[in-house]
């Protein structure tokens, strides 16, 4: 197949042609040669449904994980053309952030690790907005990502199928994208929403905004498109092979629903059982439990989707009877077994009209998973503490995970070929082989070669940063890095402060011998997320003061990257040297980015929440600059009273950061974004308390340990602990995840 590829691509001719005609007929040149892998029929399959896909861009990796990425490479450069030109092809970004890289990264390692997994989900006509800045502000364009062609995706006229609402029928078109394999090569297969009436509208925008009833109803729209493309298909396969006996329905299906939305796929699954094959009720119930699996991503309530029962009725009548049958089996089952009231009350599938897929999916799924230890004792202990107690079989942990051949292998070519020099390629297919590195920790040539890998990255990503913003980094300084999606758990506003407390020791002569330090953020903010908004805003303002004011521009430098993405991340999480994982302990549930900084030798500058605390473990806490409250304290602080303005009153370089945002410092160009922020922080607004993130609480320490890694950074000890990072690092791997998937949750 390789050969044959090669062959095609040789024969393209190149002169004259675009940079997106070129992509399309190489691209086409693989697709013509490459086949599917058909699933064994006496196999278990999986399936991984979820309301995002983050691709990224598909061009490098493909050939990459072809084995073909440098033969390409030279074909083309004989040719005249640099393959580097691809980039200028738009990320496929049908996902917001970490929930959507993981289902990318899920797929990846299942066809690396040669496993039956697919990904099923939503061929979005609009990927997430594309970012931009007007004077700081954060504006969206739409993200017309098929502007270059799709030459990955297939169509699959032949097997659309139709979902029904009350008020429609919608044809529900799959294109399969191949995930590619060292031995087979996986579907991911997007549903694409066509047919009168404006069907298309519900695969046409990524999260459309919810802040109206036609909004909502729109998502659950989306949302069952999903489950019932996915449902449907499953269950006709299954028909066509065995029969109407579903019984051996669960030896042949799992279904793993990623986070709440695609949580109706169990409805689904027992209204076709119940409806179509009159199977009784209980027992599509129990084949139900036995095919699915809810992986839980956050306990953020506002994240956990409910739905109104008129909602229900009007757009799913079948549906919503379904979940009220199931509702009445669990009031039923509570009664029987003499649950006290307060469980119940916890567990409930409907509350006061409310239907909770959460709850739904905790009653039915014989498998609950949190995605890093702390987080899924956080899930038995508080949000599903009464399922917990009732069912602890079906709670297990899996620590989200990475894929190394794009986090590694494809943005950190260099460091790749350095342990390949090191321990030989074995790695490269079984990446628990990247720990032999750890003999080299002590070892000055290797972690001299590593230190000049770490430079040249920060080179590029500075060269990348100037293409993209126009703006020069500092040359040789520690580039300190948070970029995520703009959420007030995740703090970047913390980091705000703590870059203004900095900035006021530079001015005043404090910070004797500070090296030059950049400060890179990445995020988009919802578009009508008005403090997320405004904490862009912010941070843009003060890289306009710092970068105005010559008495400390050559050493102190803040940069908003725009339109963050897959991309950008390639470059950034290669080139920084601390990785700012700064999130409110107990509310980010693993992230993923803290890995692919980790992996590329970043140390972390975070608190113990979500994975981090699983990355100390691995790279060791010595290695890495952890601080602030940690859950107890943050949970004590919840309920004993948590003031932060005697904080205030005590912190002087705390509350002058804080009051540059209402003494006339910076200009929100009277939008009010500045003014909500602070009181946000010292009286409290919607429904939280005054600084509901304590963000108070944890800057002193985030601000010391900054000051820290600047003194540390460059010598010998701190490239020990950036190497150690790095080498520490295969746990976090996605092929760990997924084998613990297939063997605790699938049983493949
Ligand atoms: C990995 C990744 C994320 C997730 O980052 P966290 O720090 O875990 O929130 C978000 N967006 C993009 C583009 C990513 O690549």
């Not at 920084?576 to 890995?595: F, H, I, K, R, Y």
Request: proline share 3%; charged share 25%.
């Amino acid at each position: 197949m390789k050969e044959r590829i090669l062959k095609n691509i040789a024969a393209i001719q190149t002169a004259g042609k675009s940079t997106a005609e070129l992509y399309n007929e190489i691209s086409s040149a693989v697709m013509r040669e490459i086949s599917f892998t058909a699933p064994a029929p006496d196999q278990k399959s999986a399936y991984y449904l979820s309301i995002e896909f983050l691709i990224g861009r598909m061009f490098y990796n493909n050939l990459l994980e072809l084995g073909i990425l440098d033969e390409v490479r030279d074909i083309l450069k004989e040719k005249g053309v640099n393959a580097a030109v691809f980039e200028e092809i738009e990320d496929a970004a049908l996902g917001n952030g970490g929930l959507g890289r993981l289902a990318a990264c899920f797929v990846d390692s299942a066809a690396g690790l040669d496993l039956p997994v697919y990904g099923r989900g939503i061929r979005y006509k609009y990927g997430l907005f594309k970012q931009k800045f007007e004077n700081g502000f954060q504006e969206e364009l739409p993200d017309d990502w098929q502007s270059f062609g799709d030459p990955w995706g297939v169509r699959r006229e032949n097997e659309a199928r139709i979902v029904k609402f009350a008020d429609a029928e919608v044809r529900a078109v799959p294109y399969d994208i191949p995930i590619i394999g060292k031995n087979r090569i996986n579907t991911l297969r997007l549903y694409q929403a066509e047919g009168s009436e404006g069907a298309e509208k519900i695969s046409e925008y990524l999260y459309p905004a919810d802040d109206t009833e036609e909004g909502k109803l729109l998502r659950l729209r989306q949302e069952y498109f999903l489950s019932a493309a996915s449902v449907g298909e499953l269950v006709d396969a299954y028909v066509a092979v065995h029969g109407t006996d579903f019984s051996a329905f669960p030896a042949f299906n799992a279904v793993q629903l990623n986070d709440t939305h695609p949580v109706l796929a169990i409805a689904e699954f027992i209204r076709i059982l119940t409806g179509s094959y009159g199977v009784p009720f209980a027992k599509a119930v129990r084949l139900a439990g036995k095919t699915f699996g809810y992986t839980n991503h956050t306990i953020l309530p506002e994240a956990l989707e409910c739905w109104p029962q008129e909602y229900l009725k009007k757009l799913l009548p079948e549906i919503y009877a379904v979940l009220k049958k199931l509702d009445e089996r669990q009031r039923r089952e509570f009664r029987r077994k003499a649950v006290l009231e307060e469980d119940a009350a916890a567990m409930r599938i409907a509350k006061n009209g409310i239907f909770s897929m959460a709850n739904t999916a905790v009653y039915v799924a014989h498998r609950v998973n949190g995605v890093a230890k702390i987080h899924s004792a956080i899930l038995k202990d508080s949000l599903f503490r009464a399922a917990y107690l009732y069912t602890p079989e079906k709670f297990v942990n899996v620590t989200n995970g990475i894929t190394q051949r794009r986090w590694l292998m494809l943005c950190n070519e260099e460091l790749s070929a350095l342990i390949d020099s090191k321990i030989g390629t074995g790695w490269r297919g079984d990446i628990g082989l990247l720990s032999e590195m750890k003999k080299f920790r002590k070892e000055d040539t290797v972690l001299a070669e590593f230190a000049q890998i770490k430079s040249k990255k920060k080179e590029q990503l500075a060269e990348y940063v100037y293409r993209k913003e126009g703006i020069r980094l500092l040359p040789d300084a520690i580039v300190y890095a948070q970029v995520k999606r703009l959420h007030e758990y995740k703090r970047q506003l913390m980091t705000a402060f703590a870059i203004l407390e900095i900035y006021e020791k530079l001015k005043s002569g404090e910070l004797a011998g500070f090296k030059p330090t950049v400060f890179l953020f990445g995020a988009k903010s919802a578009p009508a997320y008005f403090r997320a908004k405004g904490i862009i805003k912010f941070i843009n303002e003060i890289a306009k003061k710092i970068a105005g004011d010559e008495s400390v521009n050559k050493k102190l430098q803040v940069v908003f990257v725009t339109d963050y993405n897959v991309s950008y991340a390639e470059k950034i999480v290669a080139g920084a040297d601390v990785s700012l994982q700064v999130s409110t302990a107990g509310l980010e549930a693993s992230g993923t980015g803290n890995m692919k900084f980790m992996m590329n030798g970043a140390v972390t500058c975070g608190t113990m929440d979500g994975a981090n605390i699983e990355i100390v473990e691995q790279a060791g806490r010595e290695n890495n600059y952890i601080f602030g409250a940690e859950v107890d304290e943050i949970d004590s602080l919840r309920r004993n009273g948590y003031d932060p303005n005697a904080i205030l009153a005590q912190d002087g370089a705390a509350r002058r950061a804080i009051e540059t945002l209402v003494d006339g410092t910076f200009d929100d160009g009277g939008r009010g974004y500045f003014r909500e922020l602070y009181d946000s922080l010292t009286v409290g607004a919607s429904w939280h308390k005054p600084d509901h993130y304590f963000i108070l609480r944890d800057l002193p320490d985030y601000v010391e340990k900054l000051l820290l890694i600047n003194r540390e950074a460059g010598t010998h000890e701190f490239t020990q602990k950036q190497f150690a990072n790095a080498v520490s690092s295969a746990y976090f791997s996605s092929d760990r995840s997924i084998r613990e998937y297939a063997e605790n949750i699938w049983e493949l």
